[in-house]
């Protein structure tokens, strides 16, 4: 009796196994359902169509539910279509027995779609401002998306997406081409995440890990990260700097980049920021047109970068740049210390400058002053740019022996001098002889004082000239 009892339950056990594999990887065909999904998916819009073939009760052992499974589906709506490559319905056991409809949760998983075909589509249901402005922006795209719609609430589901573009263009700040975008996406709570973006844009490659965006009612706010490499016709698209006449289009400098920007509902940005950090290694600038082989021997009008970093901050107001690198005038040189460090708000400019001049032979003729190679020998420069003025407020040239100090020297945008506050230069020259030389302006009225009248008139004449003489 047992074992007959035994035998009979082993034999049921197993053909429970056996079903529950068969409801969960097959699932049982009916057409009870298709008017039921039908229903559902037009409840809201009676313009929708929906093309459905066979429809499949199928068991999900995780959730502990029963949900109805379809493929190959169409949506339409007017003359716009969405094809979607599988729709799970998850509905109540009740509703497997009575009439009722029970929906616990709808997951929608598209086939590859047109990006505009999508926007067409949503518009086409519903008049919506967002769409209407990227599909005005997109010129081309796929997309592959997921849907899962949960009636928890049923007065309010929650709507979850997720998915991927590809092959994506857009024409975008200032009619400029962002083109080979391929990124994944999710979106929940009126919040998007933006994963493993990469575009091409003014043929630089940029990539991204991760950007957030969360959308307000009449903004948007994204933040993220950047990678990319960026070439000096870049900088200049992007900030206005004109360096493209200092450094080659064909170097490019890798960077690391965080950003955030505040956009309008109609995508107009209103706010933004941006911090990068650019790695530069051997990089050469050209600045022929400061004229510094009179100061300076062996000068090739180029300097030469090693072993630096560049961190420019970018904001809607203001800038910010900010050089740590080692420098070359003369690639027969070693490398020394410079510190560069620029800032601009509104049309106010700073530049602070540091830099070692070890390896330089310096020459100062109005002085009668020379600067060996291989002396330590220091620059520290603070000046200003406003309007059509350029104002050195400090200026010191020093070593443990010799020091010379400029104060409040303005000058045109031509660097000829406008005007001039204080000088003073304590040094030996070049026949080793100690001078000490201290001229100050004040009312207009020159005061000298010098153990060397020769040199110091020299020097006066220079500062008296307003706009006669260059620097």
Do not use: W
Request: proline residues 1%; glycine residues 2%; hydrophobic residues 40%.
């Amino acid at each position: 009796m047992f074992k007959n009892f035994l035998k009979i339950f082993s034999l049921l056990f197993i053909i429970v196994i056996l079903l529950i594999s068969y409801l969960s990887i097959f699932g049982i065909k009916t057409s009870k359902f298709n008017d039921l999904i039908k229903s559902e998916i037009i409840k809201k819009d009676k313009r929708l169509r929906v093309d459905i073939n066979e429809v499949f009760i199928k068991l999900n052992i995780k959730q502990g539910s029963f949900y109805l499974n379809s493929k190959d589906i169409n949506l339409l709506i007017r003359d716009e279509q969405q094809k979607v490559a599988n729709v799970d319905i998850y509905v109540h056991l009740s509703s497997i027995i009575t009439k009722g409809s029970k929906i616990k949760k709808i997951v929608l998983n598209s086939k590859e779609n047109e990006i505009l075909s999508l926007l067409k589509f949503i518009r086409a249901y519903k008049i919506n401002i967002p769409a209407l402005y990227l599909e005005n922006y997109i010129t081309k795209g796929s997309i592959i998306y997921n849907v899962v719609v949960d009636f928890v609430n049923k007065s309010e589901p929650i709507i979850k997406l997720s998915g991927k573009i590809f092959n994506a263009e857009l024409n975008i700040l200032n009619k400029k081409i962002i083109n080979n975008i391929d990124l994944k996406f999710s979106y929940n709570d009126f919040k998007l995440k933006i994963i493993n973006l990469n575009l091409k844009y003014n043929n630089s490659n940029f990539y991204s890990e991760n950007i957030s965006v969360e959308i307000k009612k009449n903004s948007m706010n994204v933040k993220g990260d950047l990678k990319n490499k960026i070439n000096s016709k870049l900088i200049k698209n992007l900030t206005g700097l004109k360096i493209n006449r200092y450094l080659d289009e064909k170097i490019f400098l890798s960077t690391k980049s965080l950003f955030e920007i505040n956009l309008s509902k109609k995508f107009k940005i209103k706010d933004y920021k941006l911090e990068s950090k650019i790695n530069i290694n051997d990089i050469i600038i050209n600045i022929d047109n400061l004229e510094l082989e009179d100061y300076i021997s062996e000068f090739e009008n180029k300097i030469y970068f090693k072993d630096g970093e560049l961190v420019l901050f970018f904001s809607k107001n203001k800038i910010n740049a900010n050089l740590n690198s080692k420098y070359l005038l003369n690639e027969n040189n070693k490398p020394k210390k410079i510190f560069l460090n620029y800032s601009k708000e509104k049309k106010f400019e700073k530049y602070e400058l540091k830099l070692d001049l070890f390896e330089n032979e310096l020459k100062l003729d109005k002085v009668n002053f020379v600067k060996k190679k291989n002396e330590d020998f220091f620059l520290n420069l603070i000046a200003y740019k406003n309007k059509n003025f350029y104002e050195i407020k400090n200026l010191t040239l020093f070593n443990d022996k010799n020091k010379f100090f400029l104060k409040n020297l303005k000058l045109l945008k031509n660097f000829k001098i406008n005007n001039f506050s204080s000088f003073e230069g304590n040094y030996y020259n070049k026949e080793g002889y100690f001078n000490d030389i201290s001229i100050k302006k004040n009312n207009n009225k020159i005061t000298l004082n010098s153990n060397s009248f020769d040199i110091s008139s020299n020097i006066e004449k220079s500062l008296k000239g307003k706009s006669k003489h260059k620097v």
